[in-house]
């Protein structure tokens, strides 16, 4: 029994595939975690510059109507293949001094100076493959921009 037991702690035939049955788990999953990290940093990235460029819109010939909200809306949307609830495109004002915006430029005192902002905010959902596994949750993401038209 001895002489057994001697031969098959001298015998190295097989140390590879054990070796590597026991390190390919970790790897695959630690491959598998970084490829899903960098698809969520690469969304976030998207849609901060989605909303740098409809920022950039604005800043090019804003004027304070439904019709070009809702355009701004739809270019956006469609560039960033987000669906319609996920942006949304408002008008903001800032009532002469205040550093909190309203809805509503005629609840600003009469004879006060009102700035006026557009409030560009996008959110989207990333399910990351591990959450089938029931290990964490969706992440989401929310972006703003608020731009100063006048």
Known sequence: MSGLLHRLLRDSQGVAAIETALVAPVLILLSLGSFQISQMVARQHELSNGADEAAAMVLAGWTDSTAQRTALSEVVRTSLGLAAEEVTVSAKYR?????????????????????????????????????????????TFTVNRVVQVS
């Open 95 to 139: 009532c002469g001094t205040a550093t909190a915006y309203v809805d509503d430029r005629t609840t600003c005192a009469e004879g006060t100076t009102v700035a006026s902002f557009l409030r560009i905010q996008l959110t989207d959902q990333y399910v990351p493959i591990w959450t089938e596994f029931g290990v964490g949750a969706p992440f």
